[in-house]
């Protein structure tokens, strides 16, 4: 006990040295000293009807509402909204000081709650003189750590402020890199527009040959066909139906396959059930589920269809002169028939004539085919390879301009998307970064998807698509190591969608960003029942501000 | 009518659909019935059950076969003993029941009564089963700590009828035992309080062979059924749920009725979630139509107002009337149904005009063992609390941050997740003492072990609750994964130490690890062993800041009948699991508060261990909780009869799960529920794994604010639970008491649940537990002067008043002529506050007066049974407050003082302060005095500030105004 005493009477004699030049009571911060320097008497700062004798300043009990008589003791911290409301104690408490404030010479000087002081705890994280103990309750002593702690704290800020600055210039070169990415998608824009002009002029040119050929072929005088045309027509109805039935195979063999993905995927997520179930929970119709599901396993036969599989591959693959059917060989009329020649008569007549003759006959028998009278040639289905092969043409350009268009619209969609800010997320998007946390490895895919994957085993799971931007406002530590959220908005990357959980909702991810010197997940927590928050510093979010080394701030509430 | 008028489809529609909707909103949760047995479905529930139907039906005719051999009977040193006949055929034949009737120095009675046959070991036993012959008679060494001396002043008289003994304090107790039919009455003055067999239902199940009878022929017809003799069909091989009990020693089971003639009120007998009051049971409007349960069993998502068995067992029944209350303790392990009527009160000239007019008639049925019944006369709830704790232990006196708040889930899962929430409640500034562990942290549930990807730095994550002096409390359960290299199971394998199954292998069942063996607490030598897995040097990773919370020792067992273990399993000695399981828990529960007494060699510190499953005595070694509770209102409701009935039934350290086990509470919810939760004893919030996460720094305002507010609420006041506690632990007085048990006169109080004093205190609170509720109806028992603490609000008048509680509000009154203690300052956990000052708050009386009392220790150690503690009383008469030593002084008293001499009284707040203070501004002492005259409806009061006496010192205060003042 006697310790404490001399303690305490160094820490007066100390007190009074200070005094001469610095009369603040204890725990006043620079910018309160004035409220205290009357040496006659003290007003409660936000209370002024009320006088203290200065004797009252730090005498272990509060008489001010606001608690500016005890700025250097915790008697005044029950006036706080967060305590039982008491009469005297008002329920709108505004209390006058930010905290207890501890000089902490060495170091950077800052405010700890009042909450602290005395309590028996060397708070050193914002008091690293150990002001805060001065009475030594219980005996604790609080010994100065400020030359430590400062010199650290400078040798780690050194390194924050040096890893900022790289950040920064990493930051600079994400834009860049976003930038030159941009500029590759509007080249790619102008030379795709470009192509599409050209293409477009194409198409319209073939399009009007064919309409030519086709109105031509409407013209044609109706023709009982001979052998070799009929066989060509059928060929021609063959092909179109083999090609049909080729199609629709592939298609079913293509939903197939999904369903089979779909039943193995099934069948895992039974068998991980079975495996996780809790028997505890006596649920019937879990257990009537688990039964069904080990029934059907048992029942299960793998059959062998590869056979099969075989001949179904063999029959969609196309054809053409060495496989399937040989089409060409019946398409194609080796020689003309009789009919054909009589129609080979315009022929003959001299070329005005003819032209004249032919454009009457062609507008005559459409006019018949118009008005019902002739049947159309066109739509009988035996459209004539000439024809046809127009078509194809003028098919497969308007495809192709169709496609160029599409990739157009894609891209200036994608000039024209939310990258944030400067673009900067265009140099990320679909790199991943990965981080082990406990019993997982965690994945993010910039503005791809999120993913967990456990180290017990099993799969990857989807936590999540992005989906868009958003801002969350945190409220987090900066670990020594500069590593941390940090206080105020932040920008977000909300992934949605991901896989559906057992007995909760599909998987999501709220990637919160801030400004560190490489991508890095820094922390993955489940919110609640799979909902996940990724805290990620990546330099993609640094600004330049000045970074001030300001006294840390505890607010009292 | 109005409605036919409707077009009725349309409605219909409308009601089909509404209907639909609101089943698809209807948590889908209720306990699953048909895992649990009935009445009807317990074959021995059954038989005496139907031997009352019969007995009843029978009416005056009935002859219960039970008599005194008069020549048996003998005298000595306070205790009759002698033999019992019971005529077991109309031959006449007759099997003996030894009797003792032990009447205790402490005015107790207790009445055993065993069957020769078997304590002699000449029984057969079927199956070739192993298991012992005796009727199990070891309950007594786990239940009962001391309170057995027999009385040196009974007297006994006997004639050829009866034997009449006088015994209890002034001799004012009389025992008359009647030898045909056996039955005592228990007598206090004049009158009759308590019956044995009064209705003849005493049954003793002797031990009979099996007769094989000859199956009929395959293909023969079966003969109709001739009723000869008794109906077998419940004696032998019982199953249930496809578990089939081979019940060796066939039909065992024991019986008796008790009667209070003139009581109305029955309370205890926990653990059940229904009203403090206990409930008829043989059907009826309202009424029961199962017997009160007593078999500890993890019931999944329980229900509410039900018979149905929980966690825990205590067989100890108070019965309560107007100034008398009486009670017994029915010391059975095995499973147990009570069945409760009350009835018209027959023709007694001996209670004629006294008290009410209704009897409770009670029926006592255990599955085995012994009849083993204490009877308590009172006159007091306190006296009967007292009786029943001299024999079973008082309430420990707990570690003190176990009395303060408790953060838990399922699951914090990595030790960076605990650092977090522990950061983040000191950021909020929201005080709490201890975080929680629940299975996950363990290596596969291998426990004693941690998870290496998920917590790979507990002693890190310990050292960081320790800066702000908190604690963790991680789980323990007796279920011991069987795999191959964990070295706990492998030595308890060795040794040899877990429960066998009837064979006399050890049993294996399915539970949180999967297959696993369990740990045989019974067993001596398994305690010793369970002893040395918890020295910090074998469980790695744990440290002085660690504690245990031991779970499931029920036992669960996933795929055991009725989710516990097969009643022929064997345990140490050969005994029945059938005769011991409501032990089991205690017995695991006691195992682990002895290891945590021999962590370190000189380390002895108090344990603290919360324990689900728990029997009479379980109170000795730590707190209990009220099992997976449901985030819903009526949980909520429910769980203050279920906290005052354990404690009246002498294990007070108890809580409910706040904010619900199951669930996502709204927070309106969750708020009321940390409003109620401040009045727990046990303080704790927890939830379910799959859970929305819910710390109280998540909700957001105004529910983070307003559930602060409720935390610092139980914190400031820690010195008056502490105090309230220490109360408990010295004579069984409950921490928060019903209204029947401060005011046994006043009738309109004795079924009140909803409401309670806290300790001494004279604080009476009235939580809100119902949905959107903005204003309370309190009951006041008296015409003292009552005050709203927070704003001083005056009351008074007895019977109902409506008081204000809007969310942000807790209904809690300061009864006037009570002095209490707290510590406003708040503080991260409650040992920073161990050196701040207190305040004083005194609520002056009609009279003037008030009194009350502080007890305060290190709140850790054992030291406070050499005197190292501070007991005060405070009294406040004729304008003098007064502090005085009530403690007794001991070896290490001074040094306790000397620790404490800075701690001083820095405000004392007088509640109803008297007009004369007007314009005073101090005191005679020279004490500055601060008069805050009444107005705007609320009292007057006064502050003396910074009064500058130590806690630990005699001091006066006067208060008296001279007349120069005035």
């Known amino acids: ?557 | 009518m109005r409605l036919s008028l409707l077009p009725s489809a349309q409605w219909t529609a409308c009601f089909v659909l509404l209907s639909v909707l609101c089943s698809l909103f209807t948590p889908a949760v209720s306990v699953k019935y048909e895992n649990f047995k009935t009445c009807d479905q317990s074959g021995f529930c059954k038989r005496n059950r139907a031997y009352a139907d019969r007995a009843g039906q029978l009416g005056s005719s009935f002859e219960s076969p039970y008599q005194i051999a008069p020549e048996s009977l003998s005298w000595k040193n306070g205790q009759l003993q002698g033999v019992i006949l019971k005529t077991i055929d109309a031959a006449g034949e007759t099997v003996r029941l030894p009797l003792t009737i032990s009447f205790l120095a402490s005015g107790s009675a207790r009445v055993v009564i065993d069957e020769e046959k078997r304590q002699k070991g000449e029984i057969e036993l079927r199956h070739n089963s192993i298991a012992r012959k005796e009727r199990y008679n070891e309950a007594e060494s786990w239940a009962i700590v001391g309170g057995l001396d027999l009385s040196t002043t009974a007297k006994e008289e006997r004639d050829a009828t009866k034997s009449i003994v006088k015994y209890g304090p002034d001799g004012q107790f009389e025992a008359v035992v009647t030898f045909a039919p056996f039955g005592i009455d228990f007598k206090r003055g004049d009158a009759t309080h308590v019956k044995l067999n009064d209705r003849g239902l005493l049954n003793m199940e002797h031990w009979r062979p099996k007769v094989e009878k000859a199956e009929p022929k395959e293909g023969e017809e079966t003969p109709v059924q001739v009723q000869q003799g008794e109906d077998e069909s419940t004696w032998w091989d019982e199953s249930f749920g496809g578990a089939t009990d081979s019940k060796p020693r066939g039909p065992e089971s024991v019986a008796l009725d008790i009667t209070f003639p003139g009581y109305d009120h029955v309370y205890g007998i926990p653990e059940h979630a229904g009203p403090l009051s206990l409930k008829e049971t043989r059907g009826g409007s309202g009424h029961h139509t199962d017997p009160y349960r007593l078999y500890n069993a993890d019931v999944f998502e329980y229900i509410m107002d039900s018979p149905m068995t929980l966690y825990g067992a205590i067989p100890f029944m108070q019965a309560h009337k107007k100034d008398s209350t009486v009670g017994v303790f029915w010391l059975n392990a095995a499973e147990t149904w009570i069945d409760i009527i009350k009835e018209k009160e027959s023709h007694n000239p001996l209670s004629l005009g006294i008290g009410s007019k209704i009897d409770t008639k009670t029926h006592w049925i255990s599955e085995s063992g012994l009849i083993d019944v204490f009877v308590f006369l009172g006159p007091t709830p306190k006296d009967v609390t007292k009786a029943y704790g001299e024999l079973t232990g008082y309430s420990q006196l707990p570690q003190e941050f176990a009395i303060a708040y408790h953060q838990c889930r399922w699951n914090y899962i990595t030790d960076e997740d605990v650092k977090d929430v522990d950061r983040k409640m000191t950021k909020y500034q929201i005080p709490y003492d201890v975080i929680w562990l629940d299975i996950e942290y363990t290596d596969d549930r291998k426990y004693f072990t941690w998870d290496p990807l998920t917590f790979p730095d507990p002693i890190g994550m310990l050292k960081q609750l320790d800066q702000s002096d908190r604690k963790l409390v991680a789980i323990i359960d007796p279920h011991i994964k069987k795999k191959d290299g964990y070295h706990v199971v492998d030595e308890m394998t060795k040794k040899d130490l877990a429960v066998h199954n009837k064979e006399g292998k050890p049993y294996e069942g399915w539970c949180w690890p999967g297959s696993s063996y369990w740990v045989d607490c019974f067993n001596p030598a398994a305690i010793s062993w369970w002893k040395t897995l918890f020295p910090y040097s074998a469980f790695k990773g744990s440290a002085e800041n660690l504690f245990i919370w031991n779970d499931m020792n029920e036992p669960s067992v996933f795929n055991g009948p009725e989710t516990t273990m097969p009643k022929d399993n064997l345990h140490h000695g050969n005994w029945e699991h059938r005769d011991v399981h409501n032990l089991n828990g205690l017995t695991f529960h006691n195992a682990t508060y002895q290891a945590l007494l021999s962590r370190k060699k000189g380390e002895l510190r108090r344990p603290f261990i919360l324990t689900r499953s728990f029997y009479a005595g379980s109170q000795r070694l730590g707190a209990m909780w009220t099992g997976d509770n449901q985030a819903n209102w009526d949980h909520l409701a429910a769980a203050f009869p279920m906290i005052l009935n354990n404690g009246i039934a002498g294990f007070p350290f108890a809580g409910a799960d706040v904010g619900g086990f199951f669930g996502n509470p709204e927070k309106d919810l969750l708020t009321r529920w940390y409003q109620a939760g401040a009045f727990y004893p046990f303080f704790r919030g927890h939830a379910h794994i799959d859970t929305r996460r819910r710390e109280p720094y998540l909700a957001g305002e105004p529910y983070t604010g307003i559930i602060t507010r409720a935390l610092r609420l139980r914190y400031s006041l820690l010195p008056s639970w502490y105090t309230a506690f220490h109360e408990a632990s010295v004579d069984g007085t409950p921490i928060i008491r019903p209204h029947y048990f401060e005011y046994p006169s006043d009738e309109q109080g004795f079924a009140i649940d909803d409401q309670f004093f806290i300790g001494s205190t004279g604080l009476l609170a009235h939580p809100v537990v119902t949905q959107g509720a903005d204003s309370v109806e309190i009951y006041i028992p008296d015409d003292e002067l009552y005050y709203d603490y927070f704003d001083y609000t005056p009351y008074s008048g007895q019977g109902k008043h409506t008081m204000s509680a809007p969310l942000d509000k807790i209904p809690l009154l300061m009864q006037g002529g009570h002095i209490f203690p707290r510590k406003d300052r708040p503080r991260r956990s409650s040992g920073l506050m161990k050196f701040d000052p207190y305040t004083l708050v005194i609520v002056l009386g009609k009279d003037g007066t008030a009194k009350g009392e502080l007890y305060v220790d290190d709140g850790d150690s054992f030291e406070y049974e050499q005197g190292a503690y501070i007991h005060r009383v405070f009294q406040y008469s004729n304008d003098i407050l007064e502090s005085k030593n009530i403690g007794t002084k001991g070896k290490l008293t001074d040094k306790y003082l000397k620790s404490m001499k800075d701690v001083v009284v820095e405000r004392i707040i007088i509640v109803g302060a008297p007009a004369s203070w007007t314009g005073k501004s101090s005191l005679k002492g020279g004490e500055e005095l601060e008069y805050h005259a009444a107005e705007g409806g609320k009292a007057a009061w006064a502050t003396v500030k910074k009064p500058g006496v130590k806690i630990g010192e005699d001091w006066k205060i006067d208060f008296s105004v001279s007349h120069d003042e005035v």
């Open chain 1, 1 to 557: 006990m006697r310790r404490i005493e001399t303690i305490l009477l160094l820490s007066t004699i100390s007190s009074s040295i200070l005094a001469a030049e610095t009369p603040r009571p204890r725990g006043v911060g620079p910018e309160f000293a004035k409220f205290y320097k009357s040496t006659s008497s003290f007003t409660c700062i936000s209370n002024p009807a009320i006088t203290l004798d200065p004797s009252r300043i730090n005498d272990d009990y509060c008489d001010c509402p606001d608690g500016s008589d005890e700025p250097g003791t915790a008697a005044c911290t029950h006036l706080s909204p967060l305590s039982p409301p008491q009469p005297g104690a008002g329920e709108n408490v505004t209390l006058a000081l930010p905290g207890f404030y501890c000089k902490n010479k060495g170091h950077i000087p800052g405010y700890v709650p009042h909450l602290y002081v005395n309590d028996g705890v060397c708070d050193y994280e914002g008091c690293c003189d150990g002001s805060d103990e001065w009475a030594g309750v219980g005996g604790v002593k609080c010994p100065d750590r400020c030359q430590e702690l400062g010199q650290e704290w400078r040798r780690l800020d050194e390194l924050r402020q040096k890893a900022a600055r790289a950040a920064l210039k990493k930051k600079a070169e994400l834009v860049q890199e976003a930038a030159r990415l941009r500029a590759g998608v509007e080249t790619n824009i102008k030379g795709l527009e470009d192509e599409i002009r050209a293409l477009e002029a194409q198409e319209a040119e073939l399009e009007r040959k064919y309409q030519e050929l086709e109105r031509k072929e409407r013209g044609k005088v109706v023709t009982s066909k001979g052998k070799g045309s009929k066989v060509t027509v059928l060929a021609g109805l063959a092909k179109q139906r083999v090609e049909e039935l080729r199609n629709a195979l592939i298609s079913v063999t293509g939903k197939r396959d999904a369903l089979k993905e779909r039943v193995k995927e099934l069948e895992a997520i039974l068998s991980a059930f079975k495996e996780e179930y809790n028997p505890n929970f006596n649920d019937e119709g879990v257990k009537r589920a688990v039964k069904s599901w080990e029934d059907y396993a048992a029942n299960k036969v793998e059959t062998d269809d590869s056979a099969e599989e075989r001949d179904i591959q063999e029959i969609a693959k196309p054809d053409s002169e060495s496989e399937g059917i040989n089409w060409a060989e019946w398409e194609t009329e080796a020689e003309e028939s009789d009919t054909d020649a009589i129609y080979k008569l315009e022929e003959y007549l001299p070329s005005a004539v003819r032209e004249w003759v032919h454009q009457k006959l062609t507008d005559f028998r459409i006019m018949l085919v118009e008005n019902g009278i002739l049947a159309d040639n066109a739509n009988s289905g035996s459209e004539s390879k000439v024809v046809s092969d127009a078509r194809n043409a003028h098919q497969t350009v308007s495809d192709n301009l169709e496609k160029k268009r599409s990739s157009l619209e894609d891209l200036r969609a994608d000039l024209g998307k939310d990258y944030g800010e400067e673009d900067v997320f265009r140099a990320l998007k679909d790199t991943c970064i990965e981080k082990d946390s406990g019993e997982y490895t965690y994945e993010l895919c910039w503005l791809s998807r999120t993913s967990q994957k456990s180290k017990k085993g099993g799969g990857s799971t989807g936590m999540g698509n992005f989906v868009r931007f958003d801002t969350i406002e945190v409220d987090e530590e900066i670990g020594a190591d500069g590593k941390g959220l940090g206080q105020g908005e932040r920008l977000t990357l909300m992934y949605e969608n991901g896989q559906h959980c057992w007995n909760g909702p599909n998987r999501q991810t709220t990637v919160v960003l801030a400004c560190a010197e490489k991508d890095e997940i820094w922390k993955v927590q489940e919110q609640e029942k799979c909902k996940y928050r990724m805290d990620v510093g990546t330099p993609a979010v640094c600004e330049k501000t000045a970074s001030k080394p300001a006294p840390k701030e505890k607010d009292e509430l």
